[in-house]
């Protein structure tokens, strides 16, 4: 979460952040009815919980890009769906019909610490973004067009995310999704999502 903020120049005041994670019982299962965001992340990993981090899923057949009243969101030929910020007019019907809760609108003018901002900046990725309008993440866009992993997949200490070219029949998320049991969440909505949860045992 907090290398996502880092790289995507998210407001720290107030606080924006593009993955939710969410604590869950390991006794009830994947239940997002009862899944927890509000815990406190000092006292992780807890031993009954498990965590499961949700963002934009990238969904090809996405709800918030076909109910954009000004098609200021899209989906880019490699699958990423974006926003053009300057095109956003702040309706927050993408976020009504997003079932994912990932789309973020911004209350009020973000503030970033000028020491903090990182320059390193795409038109519809991570450039700071207005009040007014709605955000989301972007697989960090200015990453993986240069071909680096996104923010999230690289700070991770142990792993669990993973990153790459569905096209690939031999990349690393091919196999996991050969190997492992994998899912995608709210399957039955056909939003066909690209971001994939698996077990690793």
């Not at 994947?30 to 927890?36: C, G, H, R, S």
């Not at 997003?98 to 609108?105: D, E, K, N, S, T």
């Not at 240069?146 to 995310?161: F, Q």
Request: charged share 30%.
């Amino acid at each position: 979460v907090y290398g996502c903020v880092e790289e995507n120049n998210h407001s720290r005041d107030p606080q924006v952040h593009w993955i939710r994670v969410l604590k869950m019982k390991k006794e009830d299962g994947i239940n997002l009815e009862k899944a927890d965001p509000y815990y406190d992340p000092e006292e992780v990993p807890e031993e009954d919980a498990f965590y499961m981090p949700v963002a934009c899923q990238q969904c090809s057949n996405a709800p918030c890009v076909k109910v954009c009243p000004v098609e200021a969101t899209w989906q880019e030929p490699d699958g990423i769906v974006v926003v053009d910020y300057d095109h956003c007019i702040g309706c927050r019907c993408c976020m009504a019909a997003c079932p994912y809760g990932a789309r973020h609108f911004n209350w009020a003018e973000p503030e970033i610490p000028a020491e903090e901002i990182n320059p390193d900046m795409h038109y519809l990725g991570n450039r700071p973004r207005p009040k007014g309008v709605v955000e989301k993440c972007t697989f960090c866009i200015q990453r993986v067009r240069k071909g680096r992993y996104p923010a999230c997949v690289e700070i991770c200490p142990v792993g669990a995310r993973k990153f790459g070219n569905l096209l690939d029949e031999e990349s690393e998320m091919r196999v996991l999704m050969r190997e492992k049991r994998v899912f995608v969440l709210k399957e039955d909505l056909n939003t066909q999502p690209k971001f994939y949860y698996f077990y690793a045992t």
